[in-house]
């Protein structure tokens, strides 16, 4: 007997030059305005990553299509895409001057569950240190339409993650590896009390 896979038209996986920014997937924080503790991160899709940027796009249609009943809610009417607010964002408008974003799409995805996170050979990471934000890796996300207090849209939950490479720390913190790289064993290099 075949198996066969039911494909879920609102999953995305990303591709594996994602870098994960705002990378917070070993204790749920509480969101700004208050509410339920979420586990978060910002997905940074490069520009040139066309496959996975059609797929997100794909996704959001397909959770607007599915969501027309909650998009509508109360009203005559549901909204057009265009006019609702969608993940999708772009780093070069939405985060000019951000380096980090220069260059590429953006998604921001959350959820209340934690995520399971792997290496490349899909072996869980244990240690929170090797989670941190500017991994490079793959996402699982999906998307759904909300509707909460005449707020309507499209927003992204966070499945899962991989991580495929170490890159550089995003958010000015060092890692201790690389601060004392360069440094001779030889002694101290200065006399502190001198």
């Not at 899709?45 to 997100?56: G, L, M, R, Y």
């Not at 005559?76 to 260059?103: H, M, Q, S």
């Not at 996402?139 to 909300?146: K, L, P, V, W």
């Not at 790289?181 to 006399?191: F, N, R, T, V």
């Amino acid at each position: 007997m075949s198996k066969t896979t039911i494909k879920n038209p609102t999953k995305v996986i990303t591709g594996p030059r994602t870098v994960m920014s705002y990378l917070n997937v070993n204790e749920p924080k509480v969101p700004l305005g208050g509410g339920t503790p979420k586990y978060s991160v910002s997905l940074i899709i490069p520009k040139d990553d066309t496959v996975t940027v059609a797929k997100i796009r794909a996704a959001i249609r397909a959770a607007y299509d599915e969501g027309q009943g909650k998009l509508k809610g109360t009203s005559k009417f549901v909204p057009a895409l265009e006019d609702i607010k969608t993940p999708l964002r772009d780093g070069d408008k939405d985060r000019r001057g951000d380096e980090a974003y220069a260059g590429a799409w953006f998604v921001n995805a959350n959820s209340t569950t934690k995520p399971g996170v792997v290496d490349g050979d899909r072996n869980p990471i244990l240690d929170s240190s090797e989670l941190y934000s500017g991994i490079i890796g793959r996402a699982s996300i999906n998307f759904y339409a909300f509707n909460s207090n005449g707020n309507r849209g499209i927003a992204c939950g966070l499945n899962n993650l991989q991580k495929l490479s170490d890159g550089t720390p995003l958010g000015g913190h060092s890692r201790a590896e690389d601060d004392f790289a360069d440094l001779d064993d030889g002694g101290d290099d200065e006399d502190f009390l001198g």
